[in-house]
C-alpha cells in the first residue's frame, strides 16, 4: 500500500480549509467552538474542500471558556464519514 502526502503551505492565523465546528445542541447554537490547543486535533484540515459533506467530532470534555463563553473541546476525534450515523 502506497500512501502520497502532498504539500501545501498554509499562510496566515486561519487557512480556507480549516475545519471549522459549531454546537449540535440548541441552547450552545450561537457559541464558537474551539478545540484544546492540546488536543492531536487541535487544527483540522479539510481533506475535501469541494465536498459539502459536514463533518462531526466527538469530545471527551466539552467546558465553557470564562472570559468569551465558546465552547471548549478537549479529547476530540473527528468523525469524517457522517452518512454511516444515520438514525433507523
Known sequence: MC???EQITLRGPSSPIELMFSSL???A?????NIDGTSVNC??????????TSRLI???N??????????????VIIIVD???????
Open 3 to 5: 500512501v502520497k502526502f
Open 25 to 27: 445542541c440548541r441552547s
Open 29 to 33: 447554537h450561537l457559541k464558537q467552538v
Open 43 to 52: 487544527v483540522a484540515l479539510d481533506q475535501e474542500p469541494h465536498s459539502s
Open 58 to 60: 466527538v469530545a471527551a
Open 62 to 75: 466539552v467546558g465553557i471558556a470564562h472570559r468569551s463563553g465558546n465552547i471548549m473541546a478537549r479529547c
Open 82 to 88: 457522517d452518512k454511516k450515523l444515520k438514525c433507523p
